[in-house]
């Protein structure tokens, strides 16, 4: 984490908050007590703010200065909100290509599939606000700046997302080993949304249920799974394929 991308203090944090900053995560000390304590954590999830425990030393690291058991992360970037970037490809006349990341929890992967999805036409990603890696630091160089160019949004619920993108004519697919379907005979010439799971756990199974079609990459060596983005790389050329 950045130096001037990261704020430290309850109150300062609390401010920042309520000052419409964009707050990308708060690491909260483990054993952290008291009533400024209570109305940090109360403040953050009155505004749904990404935050997680960690022990004293990782915040020792973070800043040198008198952290009061709190540090957060500032967004180098500014989210825009679902339905403006839905409206604003529909109305662009292109065929939208959306992907949604749930629970994608690695900066470094998190970069990567940035990159790719600029040089593969993707108009925006779709994470959810608790749970998904960062945009800090290690994002933006993974990346190699491409997170400046490819609008991301943070959502409540992935699902609602997911509900929102079929209601606009937009069809879901997930990226998942749990069907028959071979990704080479899904039809992704059409406005879609790919949805990629986490590094460990894959797509949530309730996101699994809600979804229009789902889609495997044939598999011939022995491990049985790919990294997330390298995965990712491959769904979304297939599609850049099939739109040529």
């Known amino acids: 984490m950045e130096k ?29 007590q008291g009533e400024l304590m209570q109305e940090l954590m109360k403040t953050m999830k009155k505004n749904s703010i990404n935050f997680t425990y960690v022990p004293v030393e990782k915040l020792n690291r973070l800043t040198a200065n008198n952290h009061q058991g709190a540090v957060a992360s500032i967004a180098p970037i500014i989210f825009v909100k679902l339905e403006t970037l839905v409206e604003s490809v529909i109305e662009s006349g292109k065929t939208p290509l959306f992907l949604i990341l749930d629970q994608l929890s690695d900066a470094r992967n998190f970069g990567a599939i940035i990159r790719t999805a600029e040089c593969t036409g993707v108009d925006g990603i779709i994470v959810q606000k608790t749970g998904s890696a960062p945009v800090n630091g290690d994002t933006v160089k993974t990346s190699a700046g491409a997170v400046f160019n490819v609008p991301i949004c943070k959502v409540d619920h992935i699902k609602d997302a997911i509900f929102y993108l079929q209601g606009s004519g937009i069809k879901t697919v997930a990226a998942t080993e749990k069907t028959e379907d071979n990704l080479y005979n899904v039809s992704l010439n ?48 297939e599609t850049v394929r099939q739109r040529q």
């Open 4 to 32: 001037e991308n990261q704020i430290f203090g309850i109150r300062a944090i609390i401010e920042a908050i309520n000052a419409g900053k964009e707050i990308d995560k708060v690491f909260i000390q483990s054993d952290a």
């Open 190 to 237: 059409e406005p879609v949304a790919i949805i990629m799971g986490s590094e460990d756990r894959g797509i949530n199974p309730s996101v699994l249920k809600i979804v229009d079609e789902k889609a495997k990459l044939p598999m011939f060596g022995s491990i049985g799974s790919l990294n997330v983005s390298v995965a990712c790389g491959a769904f979304l050329y």
